[in-house]
């Protein structure tokens, strides 16, 4: 089956390989962009008459671009699509209107907890510009909450175990089998009053932190973030953050979010780099894209 045109819409991060194996179902060129489109007029001049497309999470498909685009099929989500309220794509209106919207899992996890315990270590051990505490401290013993123990919290919670961490998480679902390794539930407001570091692993743009949750965190804390979004009321941190005793440590997606007076803020470590992204994440991307494509047109 062949269509008259497959657009990338943005930077999908597919590799070479995905995007000659995607050429041959399209009989006009695929255009593979390095960057993202800044407005709707610019979003749909890429779309043309598109039949299928292809789209990474920091482009928004709205219901309005949708409507603009009657020949669109298929929508290939190249990032996680947890559910339609998270999503970049009006996945609900989409599918109303005979349209197909798929997305992928699992892809850049193992480098995302990678990037929160290398960054973590390098803080409390003061191996960069920054150090913690006035000693160094250790992984072992040190008390930390992971929320949301999806696949990324839970390759973080093996990682840390193995150093002897003291974990603890809150999720919206009870994990049964990371309470038996000895990693404890505890409700969000007990979370951040026990632990000395939290890390967050939502999905994107779920808000979890309010100005009460910060003050019940504390003074003396290390906020580690590496979910798409700013999961946080931005005036509370910009508070919290104040305290020359407490970090946060980012990676390159908060850049978006995050303002740049806080940005400056010296206790405030942003990486330029996206968490996880890695050439096994990139191999990993592209596998699953394309075989939910390929999955598609055998329904077809």
């Known amino acids: ?11 999908t991060k597919m590799n070479n390989e995905a995007i000659a194996e995607l050429q041959k179902y399209s009989e006009e060129k695929i255009i593979n962009p390095d960057d993202f489109p800044e407005s709707e007029e610019e979003i ?4 043309g008459d598109a039949e299928v ?23 290939g989500m190249c990032c996680s699509l ?3 309220a998270s999503a970049n794509v009006a ?23 990678e990037f929160v315990i290398s960054k973590l270590i390098m803080l409390i051990q003061g191996y960069g510009q ?8 250790e ?29 603890y998480y809150y999720s919206r679902s009870r994990k049964p089998k990371y309470e038996q390794k000895g990693v404890q539930f505890l409700e969000l407001d007990e979370l951040l009053e026990t632990v000395s570091v939290i890390s967050i692993h939502l999905p994107k743009n779920t808000e979890v932190f309010q100005k009460e949750h910060f003050e ?15 999961p946080f009321d931005l005036e509370a941190f910009r508070n919290w953050i104040k305290s020359t005793s407490n970090f946060a440590i980012f990676d390159g997606d908060a850049e978006k979010g995050i303002p740049q007076d806080i940005q400056k803020l010296k206790n405030v470590l942003i990486e330029k780099k996206s968490a996880g992204w890695t050439q096994k994440t990139q191999e990993r991307l592209s596998e699953k894209v394309l075989r939910n494509f390929k999955e598609y047109l055998q329904g077809k």
């Open 53 to 75: 497309i292809f789209v990474s999470w920091n482009t928004q498909i709205t219901e309005e671009i949708i409507k603009k685009c009657p020949n669109l099929k298929y929508i």
């Open 82 to 84: 947890y559910d339609d």
């Open 1 to 11: 089956m062949k269509f008259n045109k497959i657009a990338c819409v943005d930077n």
């Open 44 to 47: 749909l001049n890429r779309i």
């Open 216 to 230: 019940k965190f504390g003074e003396g804390k290390i906020f580690i973030n590496t979910s798409l979004g700013v």
């Open 91 to 113: 996945v609900n209106y989409a599918r109303e209107n005979g349209i197909t919207v798929t997305g992928i899992f699992d892809y850049g996890d193992p480098g995302v907890a």
């Open 130 to 137: 920054h150090q913690w505490k006035a000693l160094p401290q």
């Open 139 to 167: 992984l072992t013993d040190l008390k930390i909450g992971i929320i949301g123990l999806g696949v990324t919290g839970q390759l973080l919670a093996d990682c840390l175990q193995s150093f002897g961490a003291d974990l």
